[in-house]
C-alpha cells in the first residue's frame, strides 16, 4: 500500500504545462499506452456489456465503464487528441468526447460522461496526454432543455445516473469497445 501511495504521488501530480502555464497536466510515465483516465480512483462501479439498468433510462447494454470518483475529482485525457464535444448527451449528462485521428486503426474517441457543466475544455481545442479536461459532476443538474432524466423524487439528473462518478467510453470507427482492453487497469 506504501509503494501505491509513493507511486501515484510520484507519477499523478498536477503540473504546469510549460507551453501553455494555464493548462494542467498529470505527471505520468511516458509509454504508448494510453493514461487511466480518473487518476487516483480505480473502483468500477459498472461494466461494459449486458447489466442490469441501475434507474430508469439506462441502457441495458453499458457501452463503457463507470469509475466510481467523487463530485468535482479531475479527470485527465488520456491521450493527445481534439475536443469534439462538450455539452449534454442525453443519458451521459454533460459529456466531452476526445478524438483521435492520428492512429493506424482509424479514428478513437474517448467520452467522459456525468461532468461537471462548467467545462474547462471547449470544442476544437486540442489536448495533450495528462492534461486536466474536466472534473466529475454532480448527480443533479438543472435547467437542461429537454433533460428527461429524473431520481425518483423528480430532480432532474446529469443523464442516468444514481449519483456522481465517470462513464468513460470508446469507440474504434464508431464502434463501441470495451475501455478495459485499452487502458491500464
Partial sequence: MILLTLFICIFFIPTKSPKNPNVQIVEF???D????????YYKINSYFGKRTAP????????KGVDIGAPEGSSF?????????????????GYTITIT?????????????CHCNPNFIVNVGDTVVKGQIIGNVGPKYVYGVLGNKYKDSSGKPTN???TGPHLHFGMRINDSYVNPLDYLPY
Fill in 29 to 31: 510515465e511516458d509509454t
Fill in 100 to 112: 483521435d485521428s492520428n492512429k493506424d486503426n482509424g479514428e478513437i474517441k474517448y467520452s467522459y
Fill in 55 to 62: 434507474t430508469g433510462g439506462a441502457s441495458t447494454y453499458h
Fill in 76 to 92: 485527465i485525457a488520456v491521450t493527445d487528441g481534439t475536443i469534439t464535444f462538450a455539452d449534454f448527451l442525453g443519458g451521459g
Fill in 159 to 161: 443523464g442516468a445516473t
Fill in 33 to 40: 499506452s494510453l493514461l487511466w483516465p480518473a487518476p487516483n
